[in-house]
């Protein structure tokens, strides 16, 4: 059992979330005592799940997928969740100057980049 210190789920819906891996979550066995707090990251559905423990002096981030065999990192499908190329670093750096220069909310941040 794991103390949560986040929120309580607020949809309208109650909602099962399944994740990969949930045999390989074992290794976390050991760790778990050890933990200050435990993250969870989902992406989306049949994406892999994230696990990040924080153990105060070290942390430990666990991926799995389903797709542990066949070496899921490597898929094209799976592209758009590497690390972004060029435009995106450019786009970054124009996000960057403009909230220095000044604050922003998204929506005026938004329409300023369009400009």
Request: charged letters at 15%; a negative charge.
């Amino acid at each position: 059992v794991l103390n949560a210190s986040g929120s309580p789920y607020q949809g309208q819906v109650p909602q099962v979330v399944r994740t990969w891996g949930r045999q390989r979550l074992n290794l976390l066995g050991r760790l778990l005592p050890h933990a200050k707090a435990v993250d969870v990251y989902l992406l989306g559905a049949g994406l892999p799940a994230f696990y990040v423990l924080d153990m105060e002096s070290a942390s430990l981030t666990l991926a799995l997928s389903g797709w542990t065999d066949s070496g899921w990192a490597g898929i094209a499908t799976f592209d758009l969740l590497a690390p972004g190329g060029s435009e995106d670093e450019i786009l970054a750096k124009r996000v960057l100057n403009q909230l220095t220069e000044t604050p922003l909310t998204l929506d005026a941040l938004s329409e300023t980049l369009r400009q």
